[in-house]
């Protein structure tokens, strides 16, 4: 229990020995998942076509984001101009962007409730977002301050009994969630199941998010996760993140974009590019079978070969994380 | 009078609802923390323009947050919202500079003084390398059962100074928290210092909010954290437009007496930046604020 009470009292809880339940007790060999992994060397490569190729791929075109609103959730953690590693980058929110207007989404919004700063428009003006969002008109939800709904909670792997969304999730038909490819010293990464404790409006649970953290931080991704049901991911790794995630590690170029509908399956696979085996990662351990599949084999790979994408990220060097090792 | 804040109060009025109280955007439900703040940000104007043209508006703004108190002396977030109840400092704050709604600021402050965060009992040879600061000090948390972070403990010493008690063992304690919070090189962020022995960055915002809770204390000590964290903000300030984080680094700065000149022209800059949006209530509030007679900064700055 002091242990517990230590992850908590720093705003976390650690992946492993949280006594989640066993992880492999809900059977993914029925499900499957395409995931498509693409190589973008910069930010200034041609992302809207590589976006747009990547969905084609995975089965969305024009018709699944017509008439339809549309959210992307970026990773924004800290307010800093100089760590490109730390936050989303804007030209990957203005690609996504720009592809579902072309596909004639009915709108799209860019909402987010950052846990570590309370200011969104210091956020936005500090991670370079700003700039992007009013030349490219998108509307911007700060999600902390959100009306909120009291939702009960769909899964029950935490105690909490029901979540507090934003009411800004419910104008949306299709949720994206867009994460920074990064290590984080207390969940071990953190992806796109991860980036959806920034929906978690702030008025409710704190900053940092210290409900969340007291529930078990597995165990709330997954309930979040299954109460949210988001509808896509795309996952910057253009640059990521290594070492002290998610906010103090240094940067690690990876070069791709990985994206895909079931997100447990595109976090899996993130986890693999990063050298990570994902059934390490509690949470991503528990979401096989519930959420989706994180095996190789229930997988479907597309676009780019992972084999010669794989790029160990640097693991922060404490005992407490030595479960992320093989 | 300064034409920026002529216009920012006409804005921040035509903000309210239709119950005479704000939300943290004009599409939203009002809610305790963007009232009470606007309610502060329109008084705090009140030599330079006429207090009756206002007084209506502040008035029944504070009105409707007394509506919201419950029997325990709390006030939730917003109607619909009973708990978390950390933004009852904020209505404390304004019956406290309107000079009204005694009872329940009485209230409202016996609760405050009985709201602790967790203080975490660790195994300090185990774990001391990984977290930074003292888990065991108590201030205040966001929500009731967590554990106590940097903003709401400087909100609730700034309230229960303004209720005259300063010296009383709870803020004294709290401001330990604080001064436990700081960054070695100078300011503070939401309430982390280091984790695996890394230090964290520091942010204006919260900076600003903690050296104005230092400040209750200050005719007694000047802690060393003061002068790192104003020199963070003189450094940081000047390229900040974002209203919330701007505002509260100068009134952090005005209370200890080290805001500069060029301060009056920064906040004018981000008010003609961001006005006319639709979620500009609180920085609005806090922009006016920072410019006028604040009634969180002490009546005799420090310094």
Redesign the interface.
Known sequence: MRRRSFLTAVGAAAAAGLGLKSARDHDEAALRADVFVAQAASYTEDLEQILRNGLRELGLGPAAFKGKTVLLKPNLVEPTRTDPQINTHPAVVRAAGEVFRRWQAREVIVAEGQGHCRDSQYVLDQSGLAPVLAESRLEFIDLNHDDVVAVPNALGYSRLRELMLPVTLRRADLVVSMPKMKTHHWAGVTLALKNLFGVMPGVCYGWPKNVLHHAGIPESILDIAATVLPHLAIVDGIIGMEGDGPIMGTPRASGVLVMGTNLPAVDATCARLMGIDPWRVAYLAGASGRLGPISEAHISQRGEDLAPLIQPFKILNHPCLAYLRS | MNDWTGSAQTELLRLRDRTGAW???ND??P?V?PTALACLGLWSCRSHSPPEARRGAIQRGADWLQTLQKSDGSLG?APA?PS?C?ATPHAILLWNALEVHAPARRRATAWLLEQKG?P????AAY?GS??GHN?TLVGW???E???S?L?PTAMAILALDREGLAYHPRVTEGIRVVLNRALSLGGW??G?TS??G?Q??P???PTGLALLALAAQASKLRPRSVDPAIAYLLRTLPD??????LAWGVLGLRAWNASPAAAADWLSESYSL?SGRR?VT??LSLLLLAHGDDPFVAREPRS
Not at chain 2, 120 to 123: F, K, L, M
Not at chain 2, 240 to 245: C, G
Request: charged fraction near 20%; hydrophobic fraction near 40%.
């Open positions: 939300g943290y955007r939203r439900s809610s923390e977030i919202l978390p950390w967790s975490i009992a660790i195994d774990f990984v977290v888990m948390p966001w929500i059962g967590t554990h972070w903003e962020n939401y982390n984790v695996f890394r964290l960055r942010q204006p915002g900040v437009r974002a209203p919330i984080s961001h979620d609180t920085g």
